[in-house]
DNA sequence: CGGACGGTTGAGTCTCGTCAATAAGCGTGG
DNA sequence: CCACGCTTATTGACGAGACTCAACCGTCCG
């Protein structure tokens, strides 16, 4: 069981790093460590929630389940990253459930701490005003997707949007972080329908897939591709 | 032409109406009308942005557009609403386009006036975030649509959103408040299939339609039939 | 070895979009 | 006042894209 240095931890969170010391001190009495294994539920939908979550390590998701209980992915969360910043600000159940997708550790700080801080500090407040504002344009990002491309396009899009920031690679390569099951659903697609995009762009011989390893044979001719056939 | 006073109406926006007067007089150099009439474009997808605008009258759309030209309605933004307050906080483009949809007046507060606002008032800064909070949480209930529901249920949905508040009719009543292919786009349908799950929800008896107006016969029958028929 | 899980593939179906024709409503101008 | 054109809305026929259902395979693990 690893154990974490909250202060030092929160302190590297793009969020509150340019907290002072002993702003970050405050917030520590409103921290408390949370931990679970696979499968397990963090949150409902519809739960009341009052307070956020970064994740330390581990993976977690946010879904949405149907009438008929299927479930639809939101968004994968992965170590470093944070989640339900929003709903503290509102009292309002929350509008996805939450779950562990391996064992996994989380940080939640409680609501109370976060409106403390933001009294005494303006720049805290911008600081969570553009992380809320990134957050609201992935969503737009994520309606345009769902509403306006195609199944192809979505694989392509994510493809693209994954690629290693280390140089310029000719022939970059990816690995999927988590299985394909999951990916499908966060495109808003079935298992069979992404597997099946992946084997037309195999065919067409702009990428290779070895299990989660996918390398971008050609990435611009991988760009024009959607807008075609 | 109308005029406007700027500090009263400020005044009345939810967004601002803890500030003092003084916080208020601050904004109002920040502050400048923007007329257009209907079919002019305010700010392309991809434009900086540097401000957030105020409907004082008229009505404004917010879409995307697709490369094939067709076009996708975000958000309509009515009078008293407020839109782009998001990218104020990021140095990044524009996600989505913004159109008059008819003779309109607004108000753009700039960008600087906000952030000056922030840094006096942490109040400012609660109400800044649970306004952003609460399109976020559209936004989560947009992808639910899109992604979870047919389109039937997207129409049911939008008729139950748009129920008057004023007390319990038995035989609740609307107007749309602007066109049907405006609303087929809004709920990411064809004018075509709008038309026809309208038209599906008259044979079942569970509203009356005359042009924009819509009488929902039966509303608790209305939830029920977008789950099995 | 057997089962669970993840992934792939094929066949059939269905929802929804496309295309086309038509009709109704409305403002303009002759 | 009516003719005309434009926009908005409706309806039908058709087709395509994605989902469902099912079978199947490989791998991991008890």
Redesign the interface.
């Known amino acids: 069981m690893q154990t974490v240095d909250i202060p030092s931890f929160l302190r590297h969170q793009p969020l509150f790093q340019q907290l002072s010391p002993e702003q970050i001190d405050a917030l520590v009495p409103f921290t408390h460590e949370v931990r679970g294994l696979k499968g397990q539920v963090i949150f409902q939908k519809g739960d009341p929630c009052d307070g956020m979550f970064l994740v330390v390590y581990g993976r977690v998701k946010l879904a ?1 389940s ?2 008929q209980g ?1 479930e ?1 992915v ?1 968004e994968i969360i992965h170590p470093g990253q944070s989640f339900a910043e ?5 009292s ?1 159940p929350c ?2 459930m939450a779950q562990f997708l391996e064992d996994s550790m989380l940080l939640k700080v409680e609501a109370e701490g976060i ?1 403390q801080a ?3 500090d ?1 720049a805290f ?2 600081r ?3 992380g ?6 992935g ?6 997707r ?4 195609s199944s192809l396009q979505r694989v392509i899009g994510y493809l693209l949007q994954h690629i290693p920031e280390d140089g310029s690679e000719a022939q970059p390569q990816l690995t999927l972080s988590v299985n394909k099951n999951l990916i499908a659903s966060r495109l ?1 697609l079935t298992p069979e329908t992404f597997s099946r995009m992946l084997h037309q762009l195999i065919e067409a011989e702009l990428i290779m897939v070895d299990g989660r390893d996918i390398t971008l044979v050609n990435v611009d001719k991988l760009k024009a591709y959607g ?1 075609r056939e």
């Open positions: 949405l149907s009438a299927s639809k939101m929003a709903v503290m600000f509102l309002r509008p996805v409106l933001l009294e005494h303006p407040a911008r969570l005003l553009a809320l504002s990134l957050r609201l344009h969503l737009v990002r994520d309606v345009e769902y509403s306006i491309e808003n807008n």
